[in-house]
């Protein structure tokens, strides 16, 4: 991971940085918001796969999309449950990331 993706993804989990002759509020709160995103795997949608914000959680549907309301009770991460037969290391983003877009979880099949 490169030093700007984790610094945007530090920003997203609301910790602070401080070092000698430099300190950064990296604090993002979660506005309330629906987050509408889908689960695939390669071009075909994934459906009763499970999303969580640590709150919540919500099954994608037939067409794999899913909606998750967030709020200041979100965790910092919105991830997916990965089903058994697939795989994908990016299995979560940072919720505040995820507020105002469209998140997509590319899994893999195995096997």
């Known amino acids: 991971m490169d030093r700007r993706t984790f610094l945007q ?32 795997a390669g071009k075909q949608p994934l459906s009763s796969v499970r999303v ?10 037939a067409a794999g999309r899913f909606q998750i309301k967030a709020g200041p009770q979100s965790g910092p991460f919105l991830f997916v449950t990965i089903p058994q037969g697939y795989w994908t290391d990016r299995f979560f983003i940072p919720t505040a990331m995820a507020v105002g877009h469209s998140p997509v979880f590319w899994l893999s099949k195995t096997g």
Do not use: K, N, Y
């Open 9 to 40: 993804q530090a920003t997203a989990l609301g910790l602070t940085v401080a070092t000698p002759g430099w300190r950064r509020v990296l604090a993002v709160p979660i506005p309330s918001a629906e987050i509408s995103g889908h689960v695939v």
């Open 52 to 61: 969580s914000d640590g709150f919540r959680v919500a099954r994608t549907d």
